[in-house]
């Protein structure tokens, strides 16, 4: 017989289903990737890093309306910490499922289960090097890692603007002129795409410059 504990914690969770909630009560954390239907565009996986330092690892929620169990990917206690996971949420890019019915989607479906492990498992042997060359294959250039990263959060709307632009401002020293011309092309937001066409133009000025202190005196004065 339950307790009168039990009671009130199963009428919480008829009330409202949260993932405080259930991270609170030691509950398995089950969601959907809902980036197409939010964005009305062809969704991809959805990658989260949680922890900090050299303890991070890599949460998979591949696309479709298959629930994926993120406590089977990495410990609540990770996940509790996860801001973006917390975004992702409420931005509803993430479906929130009940364990219950999680659970009864794959007695119903069995062999999804598999496939939705394949997949995960999949993306999380490659390397992340071998993602963004994917990504920059058919302009044959090289992209920084970390804005590959940035993008990819930028689209299911793990990142906001203003997060991105903190964190490509950190990044400035060492991006190049690719980098840019892919921030140009995949950096979602307006404001990331003006930040990253201003910076190009003042790499290609600088060169000009560069340019022009190198010319020759001589043919300077023969040219006018």
């Known amino acids: 017989m339950a307790t009168k504990g039990q009671k009130k914690v199963k009428s919480a969770r008829a009330r409202r289903l949260t993932l405080q909630n259930l991270i609170a009560e030691g509950e398995e954390i089950w969601v959907t990737n809902r980036s197409a239907e939010l964005t009305g565009k062809e969704s991809g996986n959805i990658v989260l890093q949680v922890g900090s330092g050299t303890m991070i690892d890599t949460v998979v929620i591949p696309p479709g309306k298959d629930p994926v169990c993120l406590t089977d990917q990495v410990t609540p206690k990770l996940l509790a910490d996860c801001m973006d996971l917390f975004k992702l949420?409420?931005?509803?890019?993430?479906?929130?499922?009940?364990?219950?019915?999680?659970?009864?989607?794959?007695?119903?479906?069995?062999?999804?289960?598999?496939?939705?492990?394949?997949?995960?498992?999949?993306?999380?042997?490659?390397?992340?090097?071998?993602?963004?060359?994917?990504?920059?294959?058919?302009?044959?250039?090289?992209?920084?890692?970390?804005?590959?990263?940035?993008?990819?959060?930028?689209?299911?709307?793990?990142?906001?603007?203003?997060?991105?632009?903190?964190?490509?401002?950190?990044?400035?020293?060492?991006?190049?002129?690719?980098?840019?011309?892919?921030?140009?092309?995949?950096?979602?937001?307006?404001?990331?795409?003006?930040?990253?066409?201003?910076?190009?133009?003042?790499?290609?000025?600088t060169e000009l410059e560069v340019l022009d202190e190198d010319e020759d005196p001589v043919e300077a004065a023969m040219s006018k």
């Open 89 to 205: 949420v409420r931005a509803e890019a993430l479906g929130l499922l009940d364990p219950k019915n999680a659970e009864a989607y794959y007695d119903k479906n069995k062999s999804r289960r598999k496939i939705v492990e394949e997949k995960i498992n999949k993306f999380i042997k490659m390397k992340p090097e071998d993602v963004v060359v994917k990504k920059a294959s058919s302009a044959n250039v090289e992209i920084s890692p970390k804005i590959g990263d940035i993008c990819l959060k930028a689209k299911h709307a793990a990142l906001s603007e203003h997060e991105c632009l903190e964190r490509l401002m950190e990044q400035e020293a060492v991006l190049k002129l690719d980098d840019y011309n892919y921030l140009m092309m995949n950096g979602v937001y307006n404001g990331v795409k003006r930040w990253a066409k201003d910076q190009q133009n003042k790499i290609l000025k």
